[in-house]
């Protein structure tokens, strides 16, 4: 009987992901499988560079200790002794404010404060927004249903909470909005934590309560090479399973003939019985246009933004001999085009020689999208200077490295859930299609993995119904 034909089409850590949980399953119902990728390299926005002995990371610099799938897979795939967390005495985040960096208070749990006296010693937050943000105590719990993350903050904390401490880290981290957020999408914790606890104050100090055997662990992992030897080590163990890796492949349009998928690319036509795509929604939808225009339009209802990373080495004999935190965020507020910085070489071991500091600036996003795509010297020039402003350095970086992202960030605004559960309804009528990635069900490193895994189980699933 001839085996299954699955083209995955995307050689991101959701397509590699995808195509490796094909192979672990396929004792039980062989398949074929062959991924495709326009690219020279796979990996997608995961890339590591090596500059003079420093571990650089041009997208995602780790993933989350709390979401088990990305360790999972790197245990499993037997890199397990590469995986390193952050530096436990460097553990301080700091907040932009009035031009002058305040730590983020000990104890600050996803916005939330639970240890009162160094939230009453802060500088961060006023008297007024202190208070305001305490009032967290007795607000009742809303009536269910999908609101903007800021909405939400101000409900329960105040204004001062979302600007200078939610918009800075939602900004920072998924280059995103808290006015146009989904709550339900990204922060469903809050809304358990509300339902069940009356306060998130009062359900974080439970939360904190229960965590307190795993205090000494990391929140944000990665690995000592940096996070490309996933990559490298899953392309290596897909080679081993057989799959068929095509780099060089971009796929110029998608249409169904009978029961085949035919992928044309301008040198040659693949055909399969199973499509995956694992792209964005926008890419996904342009190669569907000939297949079917609902699902095209739904596709396209998922916006994107486009971010831009800066990463310079600096002497440490020239600047501040210790930077003792992970680094820090930037509100709206303070008018830069800096969202965030990362201190990179001591958030993680094993990123910088001794004598030097490795830093990461981060601009583009929802305040300034256009920004990124200025001339590369124009978006150092401008990140680092207002870098080097706010701590106060003079010294000029040994070397610049710049990373363009363009429409890499999906933003999971208000009703995405119900857009995704649309996108599904249709796409499960076109016969042997699936969608995974970034774009529908969680945007880091482990999201993606947990879809992935998901995703290959719908597929055989589906080739059991056909049989």
Same mark, same amino acid.
């Given at each position: ?217 990391? +929140?944000?992992?990665? $690995? %000592?090479?940096?996070?490309?030897? !996933? #990559?490298?080590? &899953?392309? @290596? *163990? ?45 890419? +996904?939808?342009?190669? $569907? %246009?000939?297949?079917?225009?609902? !699902? #095209?339009?739904? &596709?396209? @209802? *998922? ?165």
């Amino acid at each position: 009987m001839k085996k299954p034909h699955i083209v995955v089409v995307g050689g991101g850590i959701a397509g590699l992901a995808t195509c490796y949980f094909l192979t672990q399953r396929s004792g039980q119902s062989p398949v074929q499988v062959t991924l495709l990728e326009k690219g020279s390299r796979l990996g997608g926005n995961i890339w590591t560079e090596y500059p003079d002995g420093f571990v650089v990371e041009a997208g995602p610099d780790c993933f989350i200790a709390e979401k088990p799938w990305a360790a999972q897979l790197v245990r499993e795939i037997g890199l397990g002794d590469e995986i390193i967390g952050t530096i436990p005495e460097n553990n301080h985040t700091y907040i932009l404010s009035r031009g002058r960096l305040h730590p983020l208070p000990e104890g600050f749990m996803l916005l939330v404060p639970t240890r009162i006296w160094p939230f009453i010693k802060s500088s961060l937050i006023s008297p007024a927004g202190k208070i305001r943000m305490l009032l967290d105590l007795f607000i009742p719990p809303s009536p269910e249903g999908d609101v903007t993350l800021a909405s939400f903050i101000i409900r329960r904390l105040g204004r001062e909470a979302l600007e200078k401490i939610a918009e800075p880290l939602i900004a920072g981290i998924h280059a995103a909005d808290p006015a146009r957020m989904s709550l339900k999408a990204t922060f469903p914790r809050f809304l358990d934590l509300e339902k069940t606890h009356g306060s998130l104050i009062k359900g974080m100090l439970k939360l904190r309560k229960n965590m307190q055997s795993s205090q000494n662990r990391s +929140a944000f992992l990665s $690995l %000592k090479r940096g996070l490309y030897s !996933l #990559v490298e080590k &899953l392309e @290596e *163990i897909l080679h081993a399973q057989g799959v068929i890796i095509r780099k060089g492949v971009e796929v110029k349009e998608v249409t169904k003939l009978q029961n085949q998928w035919c992928l044309a690319s301008e040198q040659e036509t693949f055909y399969g019985d199973i499509l995956i795509l694992a792209l964005p929604a926008h890419t +996904a939808g342009v190669l $569907l %246009k000939n297949v079917h225009s609902t !699902l #095209v339009q739904q &596709l396209s @209802e *998922i916006p994107f933004t486009s971010t831009v990373t800066v990463s310079a080495a600096f002497r440490k004999s020239e600047t501040s001999k210790e930077l003792k935190g992970y680094g820090f965020l930037v509100p709206a507020s303070e008018n830069t085009h800096l969202l965030a910085a990362t201190w990179t070489s001591s958030k993680f071991p094993f990123r910088a020689p001794e004598s030097h500091h490795l830093i990461r600036c981060f601009g583009g996003g929802y305040r300034n999208e256009n920004f990124v795509f200025k001339n590369e010297d124009e978006i150092a020039s401008i990140l680092l200077e207002e870098f080097c402003k706010i701590m106060n350095w003079t010294a000029r970086p040994e070397w610049i490295k710049v990373y363009r992202w363009p429409k890499a960030m999906p933003q999971y605004e208000i009703g995405h859930q119900d857009k995704v559960k649309r996108i599904e309804e249709v796409s499960s009528r076109a016969g042997g299609l699936f969608l995974t990635g970034s774009s529908y069900r969680g945007i880091g490193i482990s999201d993606c993995i947990r879809d992935a895994r998901e995703t290959a189980s719908k597929v055989f699933s589906f080739l059991l119904n056909e049989n």
